[in-house]
Nanobody, 119 residues
């Protein structure tokens, strides 16, 4: 079992930056791919970014490519999402996920952290 706890959300002006963190419990964190999804009000949950267990491969949604960076520190059981050049359309609840990866799917989800970007 893996538990995920997100932090770092908040209110920021358009063009600003935030860094989300996701702390994972469990001894096998380093064997899982990690990722981020988001859900805006009235919209379906969508993929944002993912990173392989080693950190050697990363994947991004087209909407965030070049602005967001996912990284992980296996020694700290933590995955990060650095978000730059934020836009109002990035406003959403952001969820940390853990599992087999983009092709296999996600087994564990965090509770989410709110990100609000004002115009």
């Amino acid at each position: 079992q893996v538990q995920l706890v997100e932090s770092g959300g908040g209110l920021v002006q358009a063009g600003g930056s935030l860094r989300l963190s996701c702390a994972a419990s469990g001894r096998t964190f380093s064997s899982y791919a990690m990722g981020w999804f988001r859900q805006a009000p009235g919209k379906e949950r969508e993929f944002v970014a993912a990173i392989s267990w080693s950190g050697g491969s990363t994947y991004y949604a087209d909407s965030v490519k070049g602005r967001f960076t996912i990284s992980r520190d296996n020694a700290k059981n933590t995955v990060y999402l650095q978000m730059n050049s934020l836009k109002p359309e990035d406003t959403a609840v952001y969820y940390c996920v853990c599992g087999g990866g983009v092709a296999t799917g996600w087994d564990y989800w965090g509770q989410g952290t709110q990100v609000t970007v004002s115009s």
